[in-house]
């Protein structure tokens, strides 16, 4: 039970990180995703009527974002990227949860951890550096690696393959409107590999889910005799080690979501007034307030260990990511149930956007995993 | 990007680690209690304030302070020190409140001479001190109070009491907060060193819900007190007082006050040993999902406040200079207690086995500890009003008062 490493004290997070964390910010205020995704929502309340399909993102932003090189700053240097951190990567995808925006970048920065992953280990090393390039040259990607029955363990794949050629239905697969290609898991005669594959390649059929959170889109995706190129031979051992970084990807996205929660809830208990005085004077609101501000600075605190243990190859960074993870699922829970209850029956309506909120980081709770799963996998390294 | 220590700090590490390895002092007769506050034998004392002067000597207290007040002199090293003084796992500084909230104050607000007297033997462990600030009528209200001082030429006289007086029957002095002006409440308070052996000082003992003589009640009666016994300006008692409470962690930690020796870790390592030790249902309580669920999350929030005091140094992530430090005291004293709630829940009957039975588990110590938690979130500011002064100075809400 070795406590927390001898690692940088400042988690790898300086002036470069700062910078870039503040272009994003700015970024993504500037764009204001939301008044587009009010847009592109319009007339889709009612769950009952019409065959909505979700998913709308502003793909001039995404070019811009691309430009930008947030897509690139994971890929090693040797693919034609940054070779950056997943500290630097966790700060922009706090930003990218923090305002809630429609895009493949966190889904894509992922895939990135995988590939890279199999670039450094894997005997199919070269193949996996290929499929970087394109995410250099600006393609998005996310992660096919997932069963029918939802099953977390990272050999769950219902995907087989034979003399190359996919077969099966990958489930929940993240952004699957908005991405150019997939790295698939499946298994050779119960050996797990792991594959990439473009989305319009011949034999891939994918079917739309109707899901709650209106930032993300998701969906199945059926191969039949799909030809894909193999990036990595020992799938199990790729996919363990890039875990931790998707775990902290994710846990970024919420800690973001939640601060913003946070601020906002405090916003309206200042303005918000009942029985002659604003309702953040009462403590039955002010204390939950508090509480959530310390549930969203554990969870921000233990997502940049987490990052921090995995840029410096902890032996700690399983546990680390697991923790982080379970925290800020735990905060996704807590905040999103505080924020609507404390706004009262505005924050209940569609025409709040608290609601948007409240639906994403529920989503992303989910996402790899809550806190009863990841503490049951931390529980292993303790 | 990541500091790295300078030669100097990596040398004077090393210094710390192997003088604490190789003087660790040997166990007392009777067990030390859990904490420095719940100190009352003179044995207790005795072995307390030798091994205090003795971590002053190897410079392991009051490092970073000038010598011209009895400190060693250095310059950033005293974080140093404290952090191997936690890791080492050795016995508390008896004189807590003298380092952690005396030190800091006089260093900020005292004059010279009253620097130079009573800094030094603050710093040995010479001289204990305890705090004066509630009374029966002014806890978490504290600026209701109401013992009096009163002018009388070049002294003072004061008439009152105080109460959760930890070290009181120990104490050489005491940090004590009067009323000077019944008719300002705010600007009517001043902020005295209160000697404790001085006529008219009765202490009597209050026995805490463990049944421990942990803290006092102390009656002030026509106590006289010289003038330059008063710190800073007539007047200014509660701005001085409130300084030093918010600053408290921060200037504590510069003259090396260490309030627990113990890693935070310790508590849920032995609280996860002690669940694959022993069994339910015919299996170790750790393999049964519901006990680790709770063990793990416990684990994952301990090393939330160690990673929220890393994340507390970096501006670009920190949220506003106080966000996180404000928190520490409400969150590590709930964990504290959550913790033991769970343990003896994972004891079952065997938690009602207390200190001397036979039986009992580490001697009643989980149970001792769970009690002795409400210290923690009753004291120095209960969780309430630490939730207050959150939500009011980090995140703007309006005044609960």
Redesign the interface.
Known sequence: ?A??QE????????????LL??QARKFIEDNQPLLALRAATKGTEDPYHGDERRGSFDVAAWHEMVALGWTALAVPEAAGGLGMSLVTAVAVAEEIGRGAMPTPLTSTLQSTFVLRQASEQDAKSQQAIEWLKKIVEGSSASLAIQGASGSLEVDATDITVKNNKLNGVACYVQDIQKVDFLVVSAKEAGHLKLFCVELNAEGVDVSYDRIVDLTRDQGRVSFSDVTATCIAESGEDVLNGALPALLTLVSADIAGGCEWL?QTT?AY??VRTQFD??I????AV??P???M??AV??????T??AAAAYDADSDTCHR?AH?AK??ASDSAEFCANRATQLHGGIGFTWEHDVQIYHKRVMHSQQLFGD??WQ??M??NY? | ???QETAEQKDFRQQCRAWLQENRPPPTAMPLPQAAYEVTTQAHRNYLVDWQAKCFEAELIATDVSRDYGGHGHDGLQQIASSEVRRANVPYFINWIGLGMAAPTLLIHGTEAQKKTYLPTIFTGEDIWCQGFSEPGAGSDLVNLQTSAVRDGDNWVINGSKVWTSLGQLAKYMLLLARTDKNDKYNGITYFIGPMEHEGVTVKPIHKMTGEAGFNEVFLDNVVIADHMRIDEVGLGWKVAMSTLTSERGAAQGVGAVASSN?P?AAI?SL?ELAKRKTRNGKPM?DD?LW??K???L???T??????A??T??N??N?GAM??PL?GK??GTELGQELHQLALSMLGMESSLYIGDPNAENDGSWLLGYMNTYTGTISGGSS?IQ??I???R???????K
């Open positions: 039970m406590q927390s690692q940088s004290k400042d988690f790898g997070f300086g002036e470069e990180q700062a964390k503040d946070l405090a208990a200042k005085r604003p953040g004077f009462f403590q002010k204390h307030i508090v509480n501000m310390i600075d554990e969870s921000r605190s233990l940049y260990a680390a923790f379970s925290n806190g009863y503490r049951q931390a529980a303790l | 990007m990541a500091e890693s870790f390592e996860i750790w999902s680790r669920d063990l793990v999350k684990y994952e929030r090393e939330a406040a160690a990673q929220n890393r994340r140094r970096i670009a992530l949220g966000r996180i928190q409400v969150t309430e939730r207050n959150l939500g009011e980090v995140l703007g809400l309006p005044k609960s």
